[in-house]
């Protein structure tokens, strides 16, 4: 059993450190936010994900989970001291350290006893060392000995617990092997792949492993595109192209492009972390370019259906940047639905989960409602931006009596062409043929597809 602080109780911080609860250890997670630890003390997560809250209220009960905001008693209390806090982006797309670097100046002053260091949150290369020269320089004993590891996440939200407690590998860069092993030990019951090597390609690892993602899903958006203007079905080319083991079919799910924490910030921090090195990333520079325009396509195929967003009153389906998760960060709704309201149109809203969440961010552009029905009623088309499962399996004959006509823009690909031609819906989707032939209800939409 290890003694372990996880410093930085949200997201990242709160699911790994449960995780490690779970599988034995002693596990105290500290948060300079004292609201947010009397909320996880009453059992309460300020997070959605599923499964997080029995996980927690179990490890809290066989007392191996704490919570306190007292970090200085916290990191005393432990030997090894993750760093889990927020690395937002700049203006200029490079990552805010600051509060990495508050983190490495509390943990210096209240190195008691030789401690591992280990950075979780994803920040850019030279951290590790730069973390490493604040905690000597705020040591009170300079004879009181440490070292620093990299120990990157790749927790997807939505499955987190699943990827944490099925983790695919562990990459761990470290300043010693004998830090390294004890890292390596604490991840065997995970029955996961150890991945050695040094700080900097640990840190760099993350980054070029999120950049990677993040450009096969514009590379398939580009692909989609053009499917659209040579009669090709993006669904097909996607399941041709994964087929090649060189490729794989993960990621190749056209749409309207990526969001959420770590994508943008990630491909904007590399991009950055490149130019700082004398290096023009225009590659990567394309990827954040062309996820920002693809989420305007189904603003696009508004138009082409309805004519003129004029007056109009579109039903908006999903609000979260992907399912299974409250997260609104660099959702595209965030973007599509003040560009529909600038056009004219009223915006009736509906999300499983993200409601209070999107209501923080963008309130003023749109009217929610409590269920899906009440959203599409009387709405002149219904635009899907999130593949919740109750979108998915939405009642169709339904939707159709709740519109004024039966127009559906599909930001995810929802549904099956010929089933939207059977049902005859008008339906646009992404990289696939349009449905324009729907019934005598949708004359308003226009016959030549995108």
Known sequence: MEKITVVGSGYVGLVSGTCFSEIGNRVICCDVDPFKIAML?????????????????KNVDADRLFFTSEIGDAIEASDIIYIAVGTPMGDNGEADMRYV?????????????????????????GTGE?????????????FVQFDVVSN??????????????????????????????????????????????????????????????ATKISFINGIANVCERVGADVTSVA??????????????????????????????????????????????????AANDEQRFVVVDKLKQALGCLEGKKIGVLGLAFKPNTDDMRYAPSLTIIP????LGASVRAYDPIAMQAARNQIAEYYEDFETLEEALEGCDACLILTEWSEIVE???????????????????????????????FVYYSVGRPAVTTGSANASAAKTVSL
């Open 41 to 57: 003390r009453k059992g309460e997560i300020p997070i959605y994900e599923p499964g997080l809250k029995e996980l927690v209220k």
């Open 101 to 125: 670097h508050e983190v490495a100046r509390t943990i210096g002053q209240h190195l008691n006893s030789y401690k591992i260091i280990v950075n979780k949150s994803t920040v850019p290369v």
């Open 130 to 142: 730069q973390v490493r020269q604040i905690i000597m320089e705020n040591r009170k004993n300079r």
């Open 152 to 213: 990157p996440e790749f927790l997807r939200e939505g499955s987190a617990i699943e990827d944490c407690m099925n983790m695919e590998r562990a990459v761990i860069g470290a300043t010693s092997d004998k830090a390294a092993k004890r890292i390596a030990d604490l991840h065997a019951p995970f029955r996961t792949r150890i991945f050695q090597t040094n700080l900097e390609s640990a840190e760099m690892i993350k980054y070029a492993a999120n950049a990677f993602l």
């Open 239 to 288: 399941a041709g192209m994964g087929l090649d083991s060189r490729i794989g079919a993960k990621f190749l799910q056209a749409g309207i492009g990526y969001g959420g924490s770590c994508f943008p910030k990630d491909t904007f921090a590399l991009s950055y972390i490149a130019e700082e090195a004398g290096f023009d990333f225009a590659l990567l520079k394309s990827v954040i």
């Open 339 to 342: 560009e529909l309201v600038r």
């Open 394 to 424: 939405m009642d169709l004959a339904r939707v159709k009596q709740l519109l004024t006509a039966p127009i559906i823009v599909d930001g995810r690909n929802c549904f099956s062409v010929r089933e939207m031609k059977e049902r005859e």
